[in-house]
């Protein structure tokens, strides 16, 4: 019986490349100089500092540019609240999702009952969704509505098999 996993992965080593990119470019632009902002991955966490709000903003923009560059979906970023830290500058937690959490398991496996697909079923398996039909045709169909709809969370589709 033909299956795929439906998994939500980050590489980490493209994180840790946009996240090198974005200190070089933060350390040569004109506009960050004196500013004292910084990007630092530690774990699946980002910690951005700058001196004000808006070239916090900037310094998000920065971030997200790589990450797009290097191909890594800005759906894996959670942003928290912008905090004030010590001498009057900001920071912000980023924090990177991986994994299907247990809500997003659910609205994934409904999102495929809601297909109304003959013979495909769905079971959560840890961090990730199996998915198994009758017909090839059947999971294809369900990898396109997948696509199609907003979890939250990059989504990737993995050991299909026949």
Known sequence: MPSFD????VDMQEVRNAVDQAQRELATRFDFKDTGSTV????KELQLHSSTEDRLKAVVQVVEEKFVRRQI??????????????????RQ???????????????INK??????LKGVSSQTQGEQVRVTGKKRDDLQAVIAALKGGD???PLQ??????
Not at 6 to 9: A, D, G, L
Not at 40 to 43: A, K, M, R
Not at 111 to 116: C, Q
């Open 111 to 116: 999102a495929i009952k809601d297909l109304g």
């Open 73 to 90: 979906s800005l759906k894996a970023l959670d942003y928290g609240k912008v905090e004030d830290a010590a001498k009057g500058t900001v």
């Open 93 to 107: 937690t980023v924090t990177l999702q991986a994994g299907i959490s247990s809500d997003n398991a659910k609205k």
């Open 151 to 153: 979890f939250g969370i």
């Open 40 to 43: 630092e991955l530690s774990g």
């Open 6 to 9: 439906v998994v939500s992965e």
């Open 157 to 162: 589709f993995q050991n299909f098999r026949d």
